[in-house]
Every structure is written in structure tokens, then in C-alpha cells.
């Protein structure tokens, strides 16, 4: 079993840097693949960002390509989001999420992910 829990979120302006945080519980943190979504008010939730168990690969969503960045340190079982020039369309909830089948590739679909947070919100006014 594994507990997610994002924080970081909050309301920012257009240009404005943010870091979401997502602290993992349970055992072997370190052997999962981990991935970032976000969910607009009446949209689908997309893929934001996704890293392998050992930061060897990482892929971003090409709408964020150039200003996310995921990362993660497994000795505090965390993963983090750095958002940078925020921009109005950035705007939804934030989930972090444990893909515990993940290989050498970071997997951009939600379906491959088991666990996820309760979700963070972030608000970028123009």
C-alpha cells in the first residue's frame, strides 16, 4: 500500500514560479516510477510529468516542456514538481501518483498508476 500526500499549491500570478511536493508512505518508494497530473475545472485529467524510480528518464507533457520539472529523492520518499513562468492555463488540481509496474521508461498513461494523492490545487491569475 502506498499513501501520497501534495502540498505546495496555492494562488500565484502569471510568471510566477511554484514547487509541488509529494511525500510518499509505505514500503519501496524508491522502486516506483512516479508521475505528476493536473485536472482543469470540466476537463480530463492529463499527464504532466513522469520520472523512473531512479531519475534515469523523465518525460514532460510538451505544454510544460521548458518550465516543469520533476524530480525526486528517494531518501525522503518525495517527488517534486518545480513549475516555472506560470501561465492562467497551468490552473487546476494536482495529483501525484505511484506507478509500482514502472520499468526503464517513465509512462506518460494514467491508467499504469496504482496510487494517487488527495490532489493540490494551483491558481495562476493573469
Known amino acids: 500500500q502506498v499513501q501520497l500526500v501534495e502540498s505546495g499549491g496555492g494562488l500565484v500570478q502569471a510568471g510566477d514560479s511554484l514547487r509541488l511536493s509529494c511525500a510518499a508512505s509505505g514500503h519501496s518508494f524508491s522502486n516506483y516510477g512516479m508521475g505528476w497530473f493536473r485536472q482543469a475545472p470540466g476537463k480530463e485529467r492529463e499527464f504532466v510529468a513522469a520520472?523512473?524510480?531512479?531519475?534515469?528518464?523523465?518525460a514532460h507533457a510538451d505544454s510544460v516542456k521548458g518550465r516543469f520539472t520533476i524530480s525526486r529523492d528517494n531518501a525522503k520518499n518525495t517527488v517534486y514538481l518545480q513549475m516555472n513562468s506560470l501561465k492562467p492555463e497551468d490552473t487546476g488540481v494536482y495529483y501525484c501518483a505511484a506507478d509500482v509496474a514502472a520499468g526503464l521508461f517513465p509512462r506518460r498513461l494514467r491508467q499504469y498508476y496504482g496510487y494517487w494523492g488527495q490532489g493540490t490545487q494551483v491558481t495562476v491569475s493573469s
Open positions: 520520472i523512473t524510480w531512479n531519475s534515469g528518464s523523465t
